[in-house]
């Protein structure tokens, strides 16, 4: 049997996956269609930087990378919120010391893995290739090279797209939909991102408070904020594209000058580059894509985006990417490379979860939009981090799906929509931090029956 | 302001339009991937015949078509549902005089619609031609000979997609889905279909009773026929792919004639040709297509299957597309060749009724496979008909979806899902036709407020 495996996209699921599979002993060939990143300085195709957490930080683990990776992160202990005017407030992500999520380049990362993978010496990187078709039957692989326009074919006993969220791997699938019964469904915010940034102050310090992922929530759009290595933030403004306050309604500097001065005064005094950032960062559009099956004839699988694109609002995308790259290590261990099986058990145990951190991201944007700025969502965040610390065994939703790698997305999302709406009652009806029975209140979130 | 129209796809849809827009005085040019049906025999893409009523109806009346239809027709009064063992039974489709839907051949009408579309003049069809993309800024459409392979453009104000489940020109608006934020679904069914015959006897008559839709329910797979012309029947299995019975589970001829012989003995009777039949026609999967948006810059639309292919179960595909016509025909009354306005309220008015149909239509599936043979549902389908006649104002949902033109899919959706539950909810608790209060139960359902 051959021990060869095709990988399409060199992004960071499919660099960690190669990395692995090298490690496992197999010789992988990895087709990107991007030029090399370490060679040519080329703009992110999405966000600069990405919260790393627990999920993300097991998938490192498995190929040995942990702490070189964190080596490249600054945490972030919780979310600082920007009121429109008055004082900025910081929640703590967890009421547990230590639990943080982390900030970090996602070329560095990318840049650590390929490295690594290239060190084993069984993984090869074909930049600037592109994959035009998959032959599920045959195992052929179709490619062009986006330098002399030549195409040639390749071949392996299994194939991974690992090809992002417009997967050319998934878009062979959908050529043969109905054979495949190829389940599929895009759908799009109206939201659009535009990332801008803070620099360093003068003296190279960070300008705003470094350990925190600032959020300026407002009616209808928010801004974001992360901290990078270099002292700088990446800046991402969320707002529709069409209607009253909206990406459509700029005319001209003036009037981006006078929006952030009103909305986000204390950023804006920070914000030196911002008429030119705006121009030279395009506006993007955010959405989710869910498919079925990810796996073909036990032949070829995606993984990642291509199977699973989710809006960023979680920061889980590249944490649930690494999370497909450790269940399918772990199919291997039990059924080696009977790919089919692999496969197989692989989308099986992955799908499900898949869905539920796509239907969280989704409904956190609402939250970070919306609620963050609701007086009621703040008092239940208070009380459940006041939870957290008093009782180790609880944990909020967003600490079940970012700080415990050990429970399913898709368990994280129903207990956490259950104990939200017992929360959210009881904050309602409850003034203030005072009035709160918090051993009453524990008993309660305590109930939850899978 | 140019008067010519591109169409993509000389189907019933494209057909009707071509024929209405020249009608209205258009230049209508339409490129069809098939050959022309009139001189090639082409084995049908999808369902040989189909289910006419009134919303489809409505269409051939707007173009003058109406009567000549009718004569293409073999009424259908109701079900009959054929049970494993004893005697079919016979269920009205309405209790009032006349409501019926018609089993026309699909070969029939595309070819009484495309000859009376080229008899204005002032349409002309291009056969085995491909549209390989449009550019949606210009109004170019790319097209290919299927003939000679030789590639050529047109260009027009306005380009309308009626292409069809797999349409081209979605897949020209998927491919700038980030641009669009272009939402989109496929969702097959576990279930597909594999076409069979009944003909007619050997003097020529209707083996069964013609006037009927006929149904052998059966758990987790079913069987119809629909009337033709020649006194055949198409009959269509609708059976998993996968599981104890299913596609499959057939592993030679002696287990197809099992099968039947087991399932469906009084049809089986009748079915001389049903192996070559089996293995001659293909098995084909059923999906739902949903898209969002239809129209783009004013320039092109998508109209019928292209826009929201649905399944089969309601007998409503046709009718809905035509409907679409209907309704574009309409804009055009309000707002002229400003397309961009025609469209963006064609789309605006359609798209609610077609994610209803298509909602409708896959549970019509499980209601004609499972529920026909569920004596609650019987007695409750009963009762309604009583209903229909006692009160000429009550309408089933079937009834509103299939005979009233004047209300919208979504309307009747969600009034007959209403409607629906009260009477099973009664049905459950009574136990024959003789118990039942009809006074009582015309005053529940006709509590419904919208």
Redesign the interface.
Do not use: T
């Given at each position: 049997m051959s021990k060869d495996i095709i990988i399409i996209g060199a992004g960071l699921c499919g660099s960690l996956m190669a990395l692995r599979l090298a490690q496992r002993g197999y010789h992988v060939r990895v087709y990107e269609k991007r030029p090399d990143m370490r060679k040519v300085s080329i703009s992110a195709g999405r966000s600069i930087n990405l919260a790393l957490s627990d999920r993300g930080l097991r998938g490192l683990e498995m190929v040995g990378l942990k702490e070189e990776a964190l080596q490249l992160v600054i945490p972030m202990m919780g979310r600082m919120v920007h009121p429109k005017n008055g004082d900025a407030q910081f929640f703590s992500y967890s009421g547990r010391k230590g639990e943080c999520i982390n900030s970090i380049s996602r070329g560095g990362l990318n840049i650590l893995l390929m490295d690594a993978a290239e060190a084993t010496g069984r993984v090869k990187i074909h930049f600037e290739t592109d994959c035009t078709d998959v032959n599920f039957e045959t195992g052929e692989v179709f490619l062009q090279s986006l330098k002399d326009r030549t195409t040639f074919q390749d071949k392996a006993e299994c194939i991974l797209g690992t090809d992002g969220a417009g997967s050319a791997v998934r878009k062979s699938m959908m050529a043969i939909?109905?054979?495949l019964?190829?389940?599929?469904?895009?759908?799009?915010?109206?939201t659009g991102y535009k990332e801008l940034c803070i620099p360093p102050s003068e003296n190279g310090d960070f300008r705003i408070a470094s350990n925190a992922l600032h959020i300026w929530p407002r009616d209808g759009f928010m801004m974001i904020a992360l901290p990078n290595l270099d002292r700088s933030f990446t800046v991402t403004l969320f707002m529709p594209?069409e209607g009253k306050y909206s990406f459509s309604g700029f005319r001209n500097e003036q009037d981006i000058h006078t929006f952030f001065e009103n909305e986000f005064p204390d950023a804006y005094a920070h914000m030196p580059d911002l008429t030119e950032d705006f121009h030279a960062n395009p506006t993007?559009?955010l959405?989710t894509i869910k498919c079925w099956p990810w796996q073909v004839n036990g032949r070829s699988a995606l993984m990642g985006d291509a199977a699973h694109a989710v809006v960023p609002f979680y920061g889980q995308g590249m944490n649930a990417s690494f999370e497909d790259c450790v269940v399918l290590d772990q199919c291997m261990d039990s059924y080696g490379d009977d790919w089919l099986r692999v496969l197989t058990q692989y989308q099986k145990l992955r799908k499900p979860n898949a869905d539920a951190i796509a239907d969280l991201a989704e409904d956190n944007f609402y939250e970070m939009r919306d609620a963050t700025a609701n007086p009621v969502f703040n008092l239940k965040r208070k009380i459940e981090l006041e939870l957290e610390q008093r009782y180790p065994d609880y944990y909020s939703k967003y600490s079940m799906v970012t700080f415990r790698e050990d429970l399913d997305y898709a368990y994280a999302m129903h207990r956490g929509r259950w104990q939200d709406q017992i929360l959210m009652d009881y904050a309602s009806k409850t003034g203030d931090m005072t009035q709160v029975d918090f051993e009453a209140v524990f008993r309660l979130v305590s109930e939850f029956e899978k």
């Open positions: 939909s109905a054979a019964r190829f389940n599929f469904s895009q759908k799009y915010l109206d594209f993007s559009s959405g």
